[in-house]
């Protein structure tokens, strides 16, 4: 069983910057791809970025350039750095693990961006 952990989220200004991190619990991280998936008041829950276990990294247009998803093996912890954030990045944050057929989640974090 894995837990995953995100923290960070908070409010800020737009044009700032925030670093979400995700933790997670259990073995096996190394060997796990991770994603960021975010969802707005009334909308679906939307990919972000993806950090596969031998860190091929993919990023959605809409945060492409202003966001960073990297990892930490030895911590077990995955980061998304975003910057010059816009009110349209207001959402949860929900890190996403994958490996084999599981599939975890975390409780998410709220990030919101005032204007």
């Known amino acids: 069983q894995v837990q995953l952990v995100e923290s960070g989220g908070g409010l800020v200004q737009a044009g700032t910057s925030l670093r979400l991190s995700c933790a997670a619990s259990?073995?096996?991280?190394?060997?796990?791809?991770i994603g960021w998936y975010r969802q707005a008041p009334g909308k679906q829950r939307e990919w972000v970025a993806t950090?596969?276990?031998?860190?091929?990294?993919n990023y959605a247009d809409s945060v492409k350039g202003r966001f960073t998803i990297s990892r930490d093996n030895v911590k077990n912890t995955v980061y998304l750095q975003m910057i010059s954030l816009k009110p349209e990045d207001t959402a949860v944050y929900y890190c996403?693990?994958?490996?084999?057929?599981?599939?975890?989640w975390g409780q998410g974090t709220q990030v919101t961006v005032s204007s």
């Open positions: 259990g073995s096996r991280f190394s060997s796990s791809a």
């Open positions: 996403n693990l994958v490996r084999s057929r599981e599939s975890y």
């Open positions: 950090i596969s276990r031998g860190g091929t990294i």
